[in-house]
């Protein structure tokens, strides 16, 4: 069986072979650019900022002090990611980029303590045949290891700090008050809260605590909860707000995050493995217990088995049938195949586990008004994996591998092609822990909205691993996505990791910003290995960064066309930002406005470097654009240019083949002579 499309004949046909993202040649011709302006290559870790108060990623630091050693940090992450083992540890290049230990040894041992795992004693299986129930036995010993390892991540939390946590990340995210759902506005406020049980005075309490009493009391004079008030002093104190959501995503414990997310797939993989060796006679065994349509439950078609304390949660079974279900979160559901529809919370976990694995058929995900859903978390831990089928997944905000205070996976490895429509903060979002969504297979189609795609904020790392096929990823709205390490909406507060990895295919990128792009003290990268690609952004994209974060986008292969619609990237930094550009083969052209191709602003650094072919460089402003470096008598800015081979055409007279230019003192740029493309390859 496959596992996300990661097998040996992958490996052999994956268009990359390990190797640093930049050839020696390109660091030679970038050592004759930093010659030109009397610089050596240590001084690109020139000081880009200020010490953060916060705590950021690892790889934002190294990038500010050695670009070049953030490069091969990256390139190091990528290996990972493209490494025929990486369908078993779908966490692990995340957990690499954030400096984590390995925990290779740690890992082996949790599998092996799972798949030794007896039939769990239980007496609502005692009517179950043995093989079915020891069938089951590695997922009851995984929740078991799963639960004990999310309590222990957010041990040093309080209830009143997970409750203030529920309410406020979403308001703070959104910088909206209200959300239309099901036709209704709702106050966005008290949604998750009231979804989770949460009365009123319990909330009124915790987000008192949380706004460390600022403003008056959210009660009015008879006892009633406003929100109005709330909210008003959340519009007074933004900053402080967000200064306290970071400290509660600062006492998680991110490593006992990855364990729960780990056991929780382990358990699930060993399991289905043994259910698809089960033959018809277990399957006529169960037959007395079937269950047929359920509505009160949630539940209509075949559903095999109903267990409501299974390991402390309550476990689904259902057939080969076409079945439904809904509003299935913190509930572990295995459907054995069939054309199934999921409505609501399903695969969403609020404060607890959820799983959702889907065995076979055509399948329908319709997430409607539901946030946190479709392998989403906050405060928890939730798996979706479907195995094979065309499936369509349909959700609002916070949906499709969407990570606060938790862990989040959506897997999907069936070789058929998928469309996924999400809101904001979805497909690969993650805030206070981990995120990641891998479709395999097939021409797939990604839609979304703001902050998606691979986006990490604070203390979050998220990726978002395309298919080997030809897909589409878009984002809609004004906010950046795709790659990207991002702060909060209209504060100063560090991002965190963003990852879109693209192995192969004829691929189209478009988003208002991101595509590889850093802000606030954020990394984001997009890497794509192969293909003749099209990247459309807005502004501030393909290797972009600002607010000493860091940008970085890598093609490999394919003649691309790069379209900036305004102004800043390709290659450019501003504000201390590190923005990085590389192309390493194909034809490509590039069209954008200025500050571009590797272009440096107060105190940022771009560099630019395509390694082969026949390029156009068309951007339609000349300022601070083709190696440029703002002068500023503030800050020390730079911009660098290289462009190794190829019969290249240049929309301005300084920029020729086999010239060396600069621009003032802080911009160079570079086009070797032209070579054969034997020597280019």
């Known amino acids: 069986m496959l596992i996300f499309g990661v097998c040996a004949a992958q490996a052999a046909d994956d268009e990359r ?4 993202f930049m050839s020696d ?23 880009k900022g200020f010490s953060p108060d916060w705590e950021t990623h690892p790889l934002v630091d190294t990038f500010n002090a050695d670009p070049l050693g953030g490069l091969s940090e990256l390139n190091a992450v990528l290996d990972a990611a493209t490494d025929g083992k990486y369908g078993w540890r779908p966490m692990y290049p995340l957990r690499l980029a954030a400096g984590f230990p390995t925990g290779q040894s740690a890992f082996r041992k949790l599998s092996e303590e799972i798949n030794a795992a007896e039939q769990p004693e239980a007496p609502a299986f005692e009517s179950i045949p043995l093989e079915m129930r020891n069938a089951l036995a590695p997922l009851y010993r995984a929740v078991e290891i799963s639960r004990s390892a999310r309590a222990r991540a957010l041990a040093d939390l309080t209830r009143e700090e997970q409750i203030a946590l529920l309410a406020v990340a979403p308001l703070l995210w959104l910088n909206d008050t209200e959300t239309v759902l099901d036709g209704k506005s709702r106050d966005v406020l008290t949604l998750l809260p009231r979804e989770g049980g949460i009365d009123d005075e319990s ?10 009493q600022h403003g008056p009391s959210p009660f009015n004079d008879q006892g009633k909860f406003q929100t109005d008030t709330v909210l008003q002093s959340i519009r007074d104190y933004p900053e402080n707000a967000a200064e306290r959501l970071l400290q509660i995503c600062g006492k998680i414990d991110r490593e006992m995050l990855l364990r729960s997310a780990n056991a929780l797939w382990l358990g699930t993989y060993e399991t289905t493995r043994r259910l698809d060796t089960l033959g018809d006679d277990t399957w006529s065994a169960v037959h007395p217990m079937r ?11 075949d559903i095999l088995v109903l267990d409501e304390n299974f390991a402390g949660y309550k476990l689904v079974i259902g057939g080969r049938g076409d079945n439904a279900y809904r509003d299935q979160h913190n509930t572990l559901l295995i459907d054995l195949g069939g054309d199934d529809r999921y409505v609501g919370r399903c695969g969403g976990a609020i404060g607890g586990l959820a799983l959702l694995a889907d065995l076979g058929g055509d399948d329908l995900y319709q997430g409607h008004a539901r946030w946190i859903t479709q ?5 928890g831990v939730s798996l979706l ?13 916070f949906a499709q591998a969407s990570a606060i205070a938790g862990a989040a996976l959506l897997l999907d490895n069936s070789q058929a092609s998928d469309d996924y429509h999400a809101g904001m903060l979805s497909q690969a979002f993650a805030m206070g822990g981990w995120a990641c969504l891998h479709d395999a297979w097939g021409d797939n189609s990604l839609a979304a909205e703001g902050y998606s795609q691979g986006v990490g904020s604070y203390l979050g790392s998220a990726l978002l691993k395309g298919s080997l096929n030809n897909n589409s990823y878009r984002i809609a709205g004004s906010a950046p996505g795709q790659g990207v390490g991002a702060s909060l909406p209209q504060t100063i507060t560090p991002g965190g990791f963003g990852l879109l990895l693209d192995p192969r295919g004829d691929d189209s990128y478009d988003a208002p910003a991101g595509q590889g792009a850093g802000f606030g003290r954020g990394i984001g990268a997009l890497i794509d290995l192969g293909g003749d690609d099209t990247f459309i952004a807005r502004r501030h994209a393909q290797g972009w960064a600002s607010g000493s974060g860091a940008g970085v ?10 379209l900036l619609k305004e102004t800043g990237g390709l290659g450019a930094g501003e504000d201390f930002g590190c923005g990085v550009f590389v192309d390493k083969l194909g034809d490509d052209q590039y069209s954008a406005q200025g500050g571009i191709c590797g272009a440096g602003f107060l105190g940022g650094f771009g560099l630019f470097v395509d390694e082969a072919g026949d390029d156009l460089y068309a951007p339609y402003e000349s300022a601070y654009a083709i190696g440029a470096g703002m002068i500023s008598p503030q800050h020390d800015s730079l911009g660098l240019f290289i462009d190794l081979a190829g019969k290249d055409v240049y929309s301005e007279a300084a920029h020729a083949n086999g010239s060396l230019w600069t621009s003032g003192k802080h911009g160079c740029g570079s086009d070797r002579p032209v070579s054969t493309k034997e020597d280019a390859q």
Not at 33 to 38: C, D, G, R
Not at 385 to 397: F, K, M, Q, S
Not at 553 to 562: F, V
């Open 17 to 20: 072979t390990p190797a640093e």
């Open 375 to 379: 392998g989403s978390a906050m405060l």
């Open 25 to 47: 040649q390109a660091l030679e011709s970038l050592d004759t650019a930093l010659a030109a302006l009397n610089m050596l290559e240590e001084e690109l870790g020139y000081q």
């Open 291 to 301: 269950l047929t349509d359920r509505g009160e439950l949630g539940l209509w078609g």
């Open 203 to 212: 909330l009124a309490r915790a987000l008192i605590s949380f706004l460390s």
């Open 553 to 562: 986008l890598i093609d490999y292969l394919g003649a691309d066309r790069h």
């Open 385 to 397: 994996w479907d195995r094979d089928g065309e499936d369509v997944y349909l959700a609002d905000n």
